[in-house]
């Protein structure tokens, strides 16, 4: 049992982590893109805890040796026993909505050797060549875990499209004016972004729009420290969630690359694309991220009545004003269809690429040796050649047709008649090649399907 795959564009793997995240915008301002849009994150101004605001009071990490307090429906995890987060106000940065922020204080750890940000690049929104392993912390800081603040979110409609909105800054730009590091989950791995100071800039409003693949998405926020000396650490404010459809104001988030797949499966065949088994009818998505692309595929999966699927691809140029027929359907124009003809538990699925092209050659798309006098011959039709050969071969790859006689050309009686080794041969596809030269010396090379009908 063999799977059917059709990949509309050119189709590129490129190594990297799978995700469903489509893109990621980011612009410095303080306010909301979408302050009407129903929010999904419960608290996502951090306005509701515990915590006394004010200078550094208010600790809520639990492992934390100062820990003192909660900030209502965020768990913060990992950290360590010297680890400061804390929740903040406009004493320490500008904070968008309302009076409190989290700022995720964990003191210096080393992202690169030497101890400075040396070796990480940054597009302004994102870290491209970092990952949570080329960390080191101490343990009292929580070790490569860094610091997280986490909210599971529920009430996501899988397949649909997401927009998460945050607002992140820093500490005093002036004694920190290099960007720090921090990094999102939203359940597809790490998305290393970078921040600024903030206690009198505009922060940076971060949008990453995803498709959910859940009714819930755990959403998780995470600090290592300061990168590098003069580099800031993270506040985050006025976390959002929300439909894609729901919003009014939507920067723009180019997807450079976008693949459609389609798999047609009989009854217990798999399909595996990136490492992941399909097996069930549906529309699946998924993200192919390097350092330098990002491709979104959409895998749609059909699972046909079938013991054995049989694909063929064919492929031919038209002459202008000539058609191609298949399956008693005809095709004249340029362009990429699909048909389906199944034969018991045996389906046929068909791609068939049409060209067009003028030609000093004329070859038909179809030949029916049905001894009623009409088209029973594969007959090529040209003027002025002083060279012709011909070869004819089945779906196999066997040779059931050669000629170099020029005679045959423009005779109605001439050419192939249908039979290899002196049978009739079955309906179907037959590919063809022809090597000609013209009057003028010139070499003509045409390679093309002819179906042989009944």
Known sequence: MKPFLIVLGGLALSGGAQSQIICITCQNQNGSYNPSAPNLITNGSFEASNCVLGGFTGFYCPNSGYYNCDIANWICTDGGTSTYASAVTTDFSIIPDGSAAAYMGNWYCTACIGGEDDCLSSNGCTFTNVSAAQIFHSAEYGGSSGVSLEQTVAGLTPDSIYIFEFWAGGEDESSFPKPGLFAVDIGFGYTFLA??????????????EFRATSASHKIKITNWGHICSTCTEVVIDD????????????????????????????????????????????????????ASDTTVYQIIISILDCDTIIYELVDTALCSGNTFILNEKTYSEAGIFRDTVQSGNVITLYEITISTKTCDIDVPDAFSPNADGKNDHFTVFAENLSDY???????????????????????????????????????????????????????????GNVLLAR
């Open 389 to 447: 050969e011909i070869w004819i071969y089945n779906r196999w790859g066997e040779q059931v047709y050669y000629s170099n006689d020029l005679s045959e050309l423009n005779n109605l009686s001439g050419g192939w008649d249908g039979r290899y080794k002196g049978k009739l041969q079955d309906l179907g596809v037959f590919v063809y090649r022809i090597s000609a030269k013209n009057l003028l010396g010139e070499k003509i090379d045409l390679t």
């Open 195 to 208: 921040c600024h100071g903030t206690f009198s800039s505009a922060g940076t409003r971060y949008i990453i």
């Open 239 to 290: 976390a959002r969630l929300y439909k894609l459809s729901e919003a009014i104001n939507k920067p723009d988030c180019e997807i450079l690359n976008v693949e459609l797949i389609r798999a047609s499966l009989c009854p217990g065949d798999t399909f595996t694309f990136n490492s992941l088994a399909y097996t069930a009818v549906g529309s699946y998505w998924d993200t192919v991220r390097t």
